[in-house]
């Protein structure tokens, strides 16, 4: 009897642990706006679980937010575009290697009617620059996001340090901080007629564009590298590192790139992936 007990519990407890495991299978992944908004993650995150079975939980927040929640250990992966600042979460210890992912880039949008009159350039310096002279009206995430931090680096090009401008009395009306994602910004440029600084997918699957349209794009700094990293479990003993890297495996074989490179809107690619291409 007490032979049968044992067993009785033992196969309780195995199948106990079984469940959990399987009820377990999932990961939490920190990951930039642009993803979630561009539809990207709803089309490429069913085809990874059919082939794994492990459910991708996303956190979407800037980069810089997506950063700092896999710098309190709270995501298992973190999947960002800001390389500078990627560089810098491996090197203090939070990230254990980058691998690069996708691309597309940033473009400027603006009213139709055009106040700065920059529509059709391929020079974003040039554009921001003009945008400043005349005080036109210009929407900022100002959210430390990888599209807040490339506009931060192109009016720093231009010659204009935002953050020194503003605490100097001199930024002017002109320049709106919003501190929201890449959604609100645009939905705040459509309503105010103002430019923005957009990444490509977000404004592809952005459905309410009012007489907002693309001012200036084609510019090669305005480049949007993508990069993926799995959050060091030396540090965080929770990071799920076997199940955060079959994800991290899957979005740069050949499957998951090519699920990257198969997301269209209207027929348009929205990003394209280089996950081999050396210095990415």
């Known amino acids: 009897m007490l032979v049968q007990r044992l067993v009785i519990g033992f196969v309780i407890c195995l199948t ?24 990207l993650f709803g089309h490429i995150l069913p085809i990874f679980k059919a082939k794994s079975g492990i459910d991708v939980k996303v956190v979407a927040l800037g980069t810089g937010q997506a950063l700092d929640t896999a710098r309190r250990g709270d ?107 890449m959604g609100a910004a645009l939905n705040t440029a459509a309503a105010a007629n103002s430019y923005v600084i957009s990444d490509r997918g977000t404004w592809l699957s952005f459905k309410n564009r009012g007489d907002l349209v693309i001012a200036v794009e084609g510019d090669k700094r305005l480049f949007n590298q993508y990069g993926v990293m799995l959050v060091n479990p030396e540090r965080y003993p929770n990071v799920k590192k076997d199940l955060g890297q079959q994800f991290i495996d899957w979005l740069i074989s050949p499957d998951g790139q090519k699920a990257i490179a198969d997301y269209k809107i209207g027929g348009e690619q929205l990003f394209y992936p280089n996950a081999g291409e050396h210095g990415a």
């Open 16 to 39: 106990s642990g079984v469940f959990a495991s399987a009820q377990d299978k999932s990961i939490v992944v920190a990951s930039t706006t642009s993803t979630r908004d561009s539809g």
């Open 75 to 181: 995501a298992d992966v973190v999947f960002v575009h800001a390389k500078a600042a990627e560089e810098k979460f491996l090197a203090e210890g939070f990230g254990v290697k980058r691998y690069p992912v996708m691309y597309n880039d940033f473009i400027l949008i603006g009213p139709r009617s055009d106040p700065a009159g920059v529509m059709g350039s391929k020079d974003i310096v040039n554009a921001l620059t003009t945008i400043k002279d005349k005080g036109v009206s210009f929407i900022s995430r100002g959210d430390n996001s990888g599209t807040h931090q490339a506009e931060l680096k192109m009016w720093k090009i231009a010659g204009i340090d935002i953050a020194v401008e503003r605490k100097a009395g001199r930024l002017g009306s002109w320049y709106k901080e919003i501190g929201q994602g």
